[in-house]
């Protein structure tokens, strides 16, 4: 009868790789740095007819596969990316494949405001699940709901601490400091914001007749002569919030400060920005942005690096920075 030979027992350990899609390759290596690892190679490419080609340039077998990438820019691509990425992982016999998902896609289109609409933030959701992947970390969604679409675990982060830290670092006043949702949507996360500056809140209320187009009809709440921090979770063409900015103003805003997880920065967005009047707009590096103006860039790296690494060993995601924030 065979006996057990102890040098030939499987000794099973784990192994995390880290990987960069292609739409903001310096958040992933700033993450790699703060989790002490080098990125992890692998070949990403197009056809000349613009299909999407991946391959792991080194074995995966039993590894956590963790691929940061952000759904912007060219935003068809870059989904594509992560979705036959996720499909090459679970075909090499990755363990887990884990997709940081700096930006979430699509995320706006989250439910039917008219008829015959898709809802099209839980068809990307069901694509990414069919690709193979296992867990989501991402960052400040449009709507935290959208985490419902998804069967799998789906972990929130919040930029909301980095912008406290930010505004507090700085030495405002708060007794002439008020946070100023851009509308009622909003008006939960401004209230956080308000709660960590320790300063008051004010809501806009507006209509809007079409996409990236809105109008302010009245402000719910104290502005007049005060310092205004406007914040929400992205800027696109930035037309509609230069037009808030300008109706603030003319309502006695003071000094205005942009703040915004996301900047996507569409057209125009950035030359509206600088000429509106703004003292400065901040945004996340979630989305590569390169400064300019009154254009200024912080950090989630440190954010992502404690996500993964919390995941990785299996440890309360909920307590790293922005976990208790997540909306």
């Known amino acids: 009868m065979p006996t057990h030979d102890p040098k030939k027992a499987l000794c099973v350990s784990k192994s995390l790789r ?18 002490g690892v080098e990125l992890a190679p692998i070949t990403l490419e197009q056809f000349a007819n613009g299909e999407i080609y991946a391959r792991y340039d080194e074995t995966i077998r039993g590894a956590d596969v963790f691929f ?11 989904l594509m990316e992560v979705l036959i990425a996720a499909d090459a992982a679970m075909r090499a016999s990755a363990r887990s494949v884990t997709a940081v998902i700096t930006h979430y896609g699509y995320a706006r289109q ?3 405001a008219g008829p015959r609409e898709p809802i099209t933030a839980r068809l990307v959701a069901d694509l990414l699940e069919t690709s193979g992947i296992d867990r989501i970390i991402t960052l400040d969604l449009h709507q935290g ?8 675990p789906v972990n929130h982060l ?28 909003r008006a939960k996360a ?33 502005i007049d002569g005060k310092t205004c921090i406007i914040n929400d979770d992205m800027i696109d063409t930035a037309g ?10 003319k309502m006695g805003a003071g000094d205005i400060y942009v703040c915004a997880t996301h900047g996507i920065f569409s057209g125009p967005a950035i030359e509206r920005l600088n000429d509106a009047p703004i003292v400065e707009c901040v945004v996340t590096d ?11 860039t912080i950090t989630v790296a440190d954010e992502f690096a404690n996500a993964i690494s919390a995941v990785y060993n299996e440890q309360s995601v909920s307590k790293i920075v922005g976990g208790d924030f997540a909306l």
């Open 18 to 35: 880290l990987f960069s899609g292609s739409s903001n390759r310096p958040l992933a290596e700033k993450i790699a740095q703060g989790l």
């Open 68 to 78: 940061v990438q952000s759904v912007s820019g060219r935003v068809n691509d870059m």
């Open 110 to 112: 989250d439910r039917k």
């Open 145 to 152: 709901q959208i985490q419902g679409f998804f069967d799998i």
């Open 158 to 185: 919040s930029a909301l601490p980095l912008f406290a830290d930010y505004y507090n670092d700085m030495g405002l006043d708060t007794e002439n400091l008020v946070v100023v949702s851009p509308d009622v949507g």
């Open 190 to 222: 401004a209230k956080k914001l308000s709660d960590m500056l320790g300063c008051s809140l004010a809501i806009a209320h507006k209509g809007r007749p079409r996409h990236n187009a809105a109008e302010v009809m009245g402000i719910i709440g104290d």
């Open 240 to 249: 509609t919030l230069c037009a808030s900015v300008r109706e603030l103003k």
């Open 286 to 296: 979630a989305i590569a942005v390169e400064c300019a103006g009154k254009i200024k």
